[in-house]
């Protein structure tokens, strides 16, 4: 299990992380959602360890370094120039001393130009290469920040499915998705961060009473200011 115990994050004064714990179980689709700027993608920095600077705990409780075993897609993956998406790919594996992978299953499902050059892929090309780099390694934990961000419908629907039996067949997933549906879809929990806090922790029983609490507080908080607007 992949661990955070009482994470504090802070960007100079600006406290952006308070308290956090979270559990990352194996065989489980733990989804993260939360208003922009709550703190999601700060979290995922320090639970990978690309950011160094915050107090807590974050282990993989099997005693492995978190990274050994977990991939992550961030929120913009980002490619050398003048590198092939093959070139990528092959990178990713030798970065982590890994033999290279036979990539032409997967890339039957994502369809992608493996021999022109990554950076001049689409927005959705890029996220699918960066997919398809986590999903040739096997990893035991996957940290997905909005994966569905720029995928086309097509590619919603395989990933959602990728997710599942991913999931079915011991991975962990942690995953950052705005679309509500994305994660309720495809999640077993649910935890809600506010302002750096997990206000609550939803299991799969009690998403309809998240998606009430969310539509609730834009009731109170929102709807009454647009009454004056529009
Ligand atoms: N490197 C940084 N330096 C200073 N402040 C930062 C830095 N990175 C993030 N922040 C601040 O931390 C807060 C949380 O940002 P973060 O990117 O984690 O939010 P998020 O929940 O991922 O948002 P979004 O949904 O928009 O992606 C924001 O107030 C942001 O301005």
């Not at 970065?95 to 990539?103: E, Q, T, V």
Request: some cysteine; proline content about 3%; overall charge negative.
């Amino acid at each position: 299990m992949l661990e955070i115990l009482n994470l504090r994050k802070a960007f100079g004064n600006h406290v952006v992380l308070h308290e956090v714990n979270l559990a990352l179980r194996p065989g489980t689709i733990h989804g993260l959602v939360g208003a922009n700027g709550a703190g999601k993608t700060t979290l995922i920095n320090c639970l990978y360890g690309l950011e160094k600077d915050f107090t807590g705990t974050i282990r993989n409780t099997a005693g492995y370094p978190v990274r050994e075993h977990t991939g992550l897609l961030p929120y913009e993956p980002y490619f050398y120039p003048r590198l092939t998406g093959r070139e990528y790919l092959e990178f990713c594996l030798q970065a982590r001393g890994r033999p290279i992978a036979d990539f032409a299953g997967w890339n039957r499902l994502l369809e992608l130009p493996l021999d022109q050059f990554a950076d001049e892929y689409s927005a959705g090309m890029r996220k699918k290469l960066a997919l398809l780099a986590l999903l040739v390694q096997n990893f035991d934990y996957l940290i997905l920040d909005e994966p569905f961000n720029g995928l086309d419908l097509e590619a919603n629907l395989l990933l959602k499915e990728i997710l599942k039996r991913l999931r079915d067949r011991g991975t962990g997933i942690l995953l950052t998705s705005h679309i509500l549906g994305a994660l309720t879809e495809t999640a077993d929990e649910i935890s809600v961060l506010v302002g750096g806090r997990i206000q609550r922790h939803y299991a799969a029983a009690e998403f309809a009473t998240l998606e009430r609490d969310l539509l609730d507080s834009l009731h109170r908080e929102k709807l009454a200011l647009l009454d004056g607007l529009v």
